[in-house]
């Protein structure tokens, strides 16, 4: 061991060795990784080996088939067999509604680009496991590339694979502590102290002892899982070919084969944490002993759908723990205040996502940005409220009791609920809010009947007809909209303009002026759809999406500069949205200044009512409106004012349902689905917002984006020939068979009474009236390119 390396990796699992691989593969050989005990000696060792191809993120779909593909090159590559199995894998189906899911997710795979998968009946899924009950399935979802492999002979070839491109290894050796200097970090470990530019905590079931090292409280809990190995079965022993891996989604069970016997693990409905606080530093090849009684229920599902298992003894129990998120996916990337420190923990999936993990955090280290768009995996998509030890164990408790559970577009969890909540919440409830979830915050959804509940479902709600209403009111009358939920940034100083001309690709606004504002990184894809606020004495607010508040702040830190402030003002402002075509009566009633000469994209300081306020003459619906930004104190009786004041215009209260309706009419992209950092100006439209006569961030990749060939696909606007249920996202577009693009967002347009959606289009199929079909909820539907901003396409509502 050296004194120095550019990189120290801490653990030797899956997870740390496959970074280790990948830093040393794309060119940083000078790195090494440090385990306390040897290789494995955590969740590896013990892990089932399974890998497949369902994921929820399309993205982190896409990320396990590249690890797929990988475990066949370090095999090569180090010479260290991984004990490939590649068996072939089943998903059943024992509902209709998860039958309908799995149906979707099936075009979801097309649209990622998995083809070698297929539905299949019920009895095809007997004949491709045969061991195997088929009462009760009502489908299938096969899979060509899943399989099993050897945990510790994984582990052994990416350790190995990195040594050979010059990495280091060094077990036995605890990492003690971990000091930040101006350079780096000082790690100190028991056989003498390293010094490094940057930290990766790989330390699996020790990630919350190496993050409270550096400072940091990362939102990770072990919980334990059973998994039982057979003893030879005299059915497995017959058959010709090896078992596929099977995931009976109702029946909480995965099954593979293990030699002639059988492995069947099972996620239980009654979790069981262990150890929240980290597992102690002498476990390594312990187990906790098995416990029946907590997954007996499931247990007996698992003997129902293979019946030879009655008749067959088991020859060992494992009852092991891992790591896991709130959401369940992997923390990776750069912690946020803690310059060179990286996370790639929880990643309860290692040995079917560790190589995804370590390929993009290797990207994102040697090139600044990982290759895929891996918000989904960030760490930087928890806040603080995440450290909060109640918020961990409900929240990863849930995710692992709903490993196997059907979870809804429309539901909404209570995990970690409520938490933060704008102060006119409670009246709000009291006049029928329903709320979903924004990061901490409660944001509503709608505002229903007394004893109204919505019934979860892939289709269309019940809460369909309120949201129609909504709808209505925004565009015929006037709505008020709780607007806490977006983010705000102040930036101020004596450069704070020269900064922002920098850091946004758009032309800064005139003093008392809004404008769309895209930001670019330094490969020209997106970093934000933000709007720039210019208040006209020297300050300006960035606004954007109130979720990527700990995403974006990183960001302006990593590119600021002396004169330049930057503050979130998310603990200190919120406000509503007025609304409609009626709007500004509402507001000329609360304010002595003249309102009406505060034209669309206006901003300015206004006193409404009793509340100093900050105005924007802007709206996500497309209609007229104003965001009223105001104190958190002042939330209660701005609201009160409003109402009061918009009683004679019938003003209501709506929801971001009824926004989200209204914008797609409009052809509004949003983050997340429109615009991620996995998109370019050139494919989402935001191009038109550039500023091409000034120097900004990502400027040399646009502008060969923009003199190049162009982006292979571009945003339309479609209109579906849809039923009963509606485009959410990544369902595969077609033209004469051919998969030509694919939703990026969908829903009712409850104006035009018609199905929308938004995608992205191969460039040949972007013209409006091309005929093409989509896949909704599994049925294919006939689709069609429609000109944008299908209702009041003009933009005179909002400029009125």
């Known amino acids: 061991?050296?004194?120095?390396?550019?990189?120290?990796?801490?653990?030797?699992?899956?997870?740390?060795?496959?970074?280790?691989?990948?830093?040393?593969?794309?060119?940083?050989?000078?790195?090494?990784?440090?385990?306390?005990?040897?290789?494995?000696?955590?969740?590896?060792?013990?892990?089932?080996?399974?890998?497949?191809?369902?994921?929820?993120?399309?993205?982190?779909?896409?990320?396990?088939?590249?690890?797929?593909?990988?475990?066949?090159?370090?095999?090569?590559?180090?010479?260290?067999?991984?004990?490939?199995?590649?068996?072939?894998?089943?998903?059943?189906?024992?509902?209709?509604?998860?039958?309908?899911?799995?149906?979707?997710?099936?075009?979801?795979?097309?649209?990622?680009?998995?083809?070698?998968?297929?539905?299949?009946?019920?009895?095809?899924?007997?004949?491709l496991n045969p061991v195997m009950s088929g009462d009760g399935i009502l489908g299938g979802l096969w899979a060509d590339r899943e399989g099993y492999i050897d945990t510790t002979g994984t582990v052994?070839?990416?350790?190995?694979?990195?040594?050979?491109?010059?990495?280091?290894?060094?077990?036995?050796?605890?990492?003690?502590?971990?000091?930040?200097?101006?350079?780096?970090?000082?790690?100190?470990?028991?056989?003498?102290?390293?010094?490094?530019?940057?930290?990766?905590?790989?330390?699996?079931?020790?990630?919350?002892?190496?993050?409270?090292?550096?400072?940091?409280?990362?939102?990770?809990?072990?919980?334990?899982?059973?998994?039982?190995?057979?003893?030879?079965?005299?059915?497995?022993?017959?058959?010709?070919?090896?078992?596929?891996?099977?995931?009976?989604?109702?029946?909480?069970?995965y099954m593979r084969q293990d030699q002639k016997g059988m492995l069947v693990g099972i996620y239980e409905i009654d979790h069981d944490h262990w150890m929240q606080d980290g597992a102690p530093w002498e476990y390594g090849f312990e187990l906790q002993q098995e416990d029946l009684g907590r997954i007996e229920n499931e247990l007996m599902l698992g003997f129902q759908r293979y019946p030879c298992l009655n008749d067959v003894g088991i020859k060992t129990w494992v009852n092991g723990a891992f790591t896991f998120s709130p959401d369940g996916n992997p923390l990776v990337g750069p912690v946020p205040g803690k310059r060179g420190y990286w996370a790639a923990c929880a990643v309860m999936a290692g040995f079917l996502q560790g190589g995804g993990v370590g390929k993009s955090l290797a990207e994102w280290m040697i090139h600044g940005e990982p290759e895929a768009d891996v918000y989904g995996m960030d760490v930087a998509r928890y806040g603080k409220y995440a450290e909060n030890r109640r918020y961990i164990r409900e929240t990863t408790g849930q995710f692992y009791s709903r490993r196997f559970v059907m979870t809804y577009p429309n539901e909404q969890l209570p995990a970690g609920r409520p938490l933060k909540m704008a102060p006119a919440h409670d009246a709000m409830t009291a006049a029928g809010c329903k709320w979903g979830v924004s990061w901490d915050l409660e944001v509503p959804l709608y505002f229903a009947p007394d004893g109204f509940e919505e019934t979860p479902t892939l289709k269309r709600s019940n809460a369909f007809d309120i949201v129609a209403e909504e709808c209505r009111v925004l565009r015929e009358g006037v709505g008020l909209?709780?607007?806490?939920?977006?983010?705000?940034?102040?930036?101020?100083?004596?450069?704070?303009?020269?900064?922002?001309?920098?850091i946004m690709a758009s032309r800064l606004p005139a003093p008392g002026r809004a404008k769309l504002a895209p930001m670019l990184s330094e490969t020209g894809k997106l970093k934000g759809d933000l709007t720039v606020l210019n208040w006209g004495d020297g300050t300006y607010w960035i606004m954007g999406s109130y979720y990527l508040r700990t995403w974006h702040m990183p960001w302006f830190d990593d590119h600021m500069?002396?004169?330049?402030?930057?503050?979130?003002?998310?603990?200190?402002?919120?406000?509503?949205?007025?609304?409609?075509?009626?709007?500004?009566a509402v507001v000329e009633k609360l304010t002595e200044q003249d309102i009406s000469r505060l034209g669309f994209m206006g901003c300015g300081a206004f006193d409404i009512g009793l509340v100093s306020a900050k105005v924007a003459r802007m709206s996500v619906t497309g209609e007229k409106g104003y965001e009223i930004n105001c104190r958190y104190g002042d939330h209660i009786a701005l609201r009160r004012m409003l109402l009061e004041a918009g009683t004679s215009e019938g003003i209501r209260e709506c929801g971001f349902n009824a926004m989200l309706s209204t914008r797609l009419e409009k052809s509004f992209g949003i983050w997340s689905a429109e615009f991620t950092q996995g998109y370019t100006p050139g494919m989402t439209g935001m191009d038109r917002w550039i500023d091409w006569n000034k120097d900004f961030i990502g400027k040399e990749a646009a502008l060969a984006e923009r003199d190049g060939n162009g982006p292979a696909q571009v945003q339309v606007t479609l209109e579906i020939d849809a039923v009963d249920a509606d485009a959410s996202g990544y369902e595969p577009i077609w033209s004469g068979g051919e998969r030509v693009g694919f939703v990026t967002s969908g829903g009712y347009g409850h104006t035009l009474g018609k199905s929308l959606a938004m995608a992205l289009v191969n460039r040949d199929k972007a013209e409006v009236g091309t005929e093409l079909s989509v896949h909704v909820v599994g049925v294919e539907r006939a689709a069609k390119v429609i000109a944008p901003s299908p209702h009041d396409p003009q933009g005179k509502a909002m400029r009125s």
């Open 156 to 253: 052994q070839a990416y350790a190995g694979a990195a040594k050979k491109h010059g990495a280091t290894v060094v077990e036995n050796n605890r990492v003690l502590e971990l000091n930040q200097t101006a350079d780096g970090w000082q790690v100190v470990t028991e056989k003498g102290t390293v010094t490094c530019e940057h930290v990766v905590n790989a330390a699996g079931l020790w990630a919350k002892q190496v993050g409270r090292m550096a400072g940091v409280e990362l939102p990770v809990s072990p919980l334990n899982h059973h998994y039982l190995i057979t003893d030879s079965i005299p059915e497995v022993a017959a058959l010709d070919h090896e078992l596929p891996m099977t995931v009976d989604l109702e029946g909480f069970t």
């Open 481 to 502: 909209l709780d607007i806490t939920g977006f983010s705000r940034f102040e930036v101020s100083g004596p450069r704070a303009e020269a900064w922002l001309n920098r």
């Open 561 to 584: 500069e002396d004169g330049v402030t930057v503050r979130d003002l998310g603990e200190e402002i919120c406000g509503f949205a007025v609304v409609g075509p009626k709007s500004q």
């Open 1 to 127: 061991m050296k004194s120095h390396y550019r990189v120290v990796v801490i653990g030797g699992g899956v997870v740390g060795a496959s970074v280790l691989y990948h830093l040393a593969k794309f060119g940083w050989s000078d790195v090494c990784l440090i385990e306390r005990k040897v290789l494995t000696a955590g969740s590896s060792w013990h892990a089932a080996g399974g890998f497949h191809a369902l994921n929820a993120d399309p993205n982190i779909a896409a990320l396990q088939a590249y690890t797929i593909d990988l475990l066949s090159e370090i095999e090569r590559e180090s010479g260290q067999s991984v004990g490939m199995h590649m068996t072939g894998g089943l998903t059943l189906a024992g509902t209709p509604e998860r039958w309908e899911w799995l149906q979707s997710a099936y075009r979801v795979f097309q649209t990622i680009g998995i083809e070698d998968c297929r539905l299949v009946t019920p009895e095809e899924a007997v004949a």
